[in-house]
């Protein structure tokens, strides 16, 4: 996944839920925990869908390599006492149903497939045994994986054989 999509989920989803950005953090980064309500995001499962279409591009030779591609994004909503994150995640999912968020996800190249049930992760934590109210659920979503390659092209081909008719040909690139 780009940078561009990572950034457009993750100011998306803080949003959506009502939180400040730094209130939302990648899966694995290296730091404290921070206080609640906290929101992590882990994409994972990525895989394209089909073959590549090969467009050209504006240059000569180049092109670009398209494919569609579907990840998981993984949500996790770390509550304050008497919250109720598995409510909380269950409005984000709804969300994404939203004529206005889907023509911000249509915009940033993105589509909302569908959400995989909520499960509810809410437990005992640390020696003082609070309970520490979490849940998750797994986001699916596609967008168009993009890889621009420079294989070139063929200036000119030329054919030399015997036929009934005794022809040589040039076939030339009329771009010049």
Known sequence: MVNET?????????????????????????GYKQNTPLV???AYSEQGEAM?????????????LKTPTQFVLEVQYFGNKGTF????????????????VIDLTQNAGV??????PIQDLTGLEGNDQVYEPRAAVDLHFRYTAVV???????????????????????ITDDKE
């Open 40 to 42: 992590t995001l882990m």
């Open 85 to 100: 994150p598995v409510d909380i995640l269950s409005g984000l999912v709804r969300q994404w149903d939203r004529p206005t």
């Open 52 to 64: 590549a279409d090969m467009l050209p591009t504006e240059n000569d030779g180049e092109y670009d």
């Open 148 to 170: 621009t390659d420079e294989p070139g092209y063929i200036d000119t081909v030329e054919v030399h054989g015997e036929t009934p008719r005794s022809m040589d040909w040039t």
């Open 6 to 30: 990572r950034k457009f989920l993750h100011d998306t989803i803080a949003d959506l839920l009502g939180l400040e950005k730094k209130s939302v953090i990648w899966n694995r980064q290296n």
């Open 111 to 116: 589509a909302f497939l569908y959400a995989d």
